[in-house]
Nanobody
Framework: QVQLVESGGGLVQAGGSLRLSCAAS????????MGWFRQAPGKEREFVAA????????YYADSVKGRFTISRDNAKNTLYLQMNSLKPEDTAVYYC????????????????WGQGTQVTVSS
């Protein structure tokens, strides 16, 4: 069973930085793409970033491009999201996600989700 556990959220002032982590277990982490999503109060969950299982392939939502960086450490089974130049509109619960076996890159559907970590950006 795939398990995803996020950490690293918190309260930060606008312009600051945070790094989120997502520890994965239950299958061979390096074989699968991974993604980050977020959900702000009263809004639908939205895509943030995704990374392929190997190599440099990544893609980002336009709203975070140039400020956020997704990366992974396959040896540690861990996914990261480095968030710089944070804005109040980045405030949300952030989720990491993984696709089931068989989905191909780029991934448009995710099947496994973590519990989320709260990020709050004050103005």
């Amino acid at each position: 069973q795939v398990q995803l556990v996020e950490s690293g959220g918190g309260l930060v002032q606008a312009g600051g930085s945070l790094r989120l982590s997502c520890a994965a277990s239950g299958r061979t982490f390096s074989n699968y793409a991974m993604g980050w999503f977020r959900q702000a109060p009263g809004k639908e969950r939205e895509f943030v970033a995704a990374i392929r299982w190997s190599g440099p392939s990544t893609y980002y939502a336009d709203s975070v491009k140039g400020r956020f960086t997704i990366s992974r450490d396959n040896a540690k089974n861990t996914l990261y999201l480095q968030m710089n130049s944070l804005k109040p509109e980045d405030t949300a619960v952030y989720y990491c996600a993984a696709p089931r076996a068989g989905r191909t890159w780029p991934i448009y559907e995710y099947d496994y989700w973590g519990q989320g970590t709260q990020v709050t950006v004050s103005s």
